[in-house]
């Protein structure tokens, strides 16, 4: 499905121009108009999903299937010193737009990005009782 009023579906099927960096059945991959780093690109699915909770089973795993191979390639011709794989889920962890999209930051040493989480520290008897609960 494509929703009229999304603006990742346009995106993605062509109706808004793109620097896009791949295009499959699938997909096309987008250069971020807003980068993090140099080479920073946003994976999206052509067909709509909200969030990775309505994404069919397929469309994930190819995704993390052309994530690698296309990583692996920032890393090879931007001399990237790693990557960054980031995804947000509602509009508390971050999503800004509800289209289903995969960032690839790739990052270089001393960027200036802080892509991160302040670690909580909870008690051993915490953990187990969260491990509990989602086995």
Known sequence: MIKEDC????????VIPTNSIFEDDDFKVILDMGPATKGHALILPKQHSDNLYE??????SKI???AKKLGTEM????GADGLN?????????GQTVMHF??????????????????????????????ADLLK
């Open 85 to 93: 794989l980031v995804q947000n889920n509602g509009e508390v962890a």
């Open 55 to 60: 994404l069919p089973d397929e469309t994930a």
């Open 64 to 66: 993390m299937k052309l």
């Open 7 to 14: 603006i990742f579906c346009k995106l993605a099927n062509g």
């Open 101 to 130: 999209h995969l960032h690839l930051i790739p990052r270089y040493e001393n960027d200036g990005q802080k892509i991160g989480w302040v670690p909580g520290k909870p008690s051993a008897e915490e953990l187990a009782a969260t």
């Open 75 to 78: 890393v090879d011709k931007l």
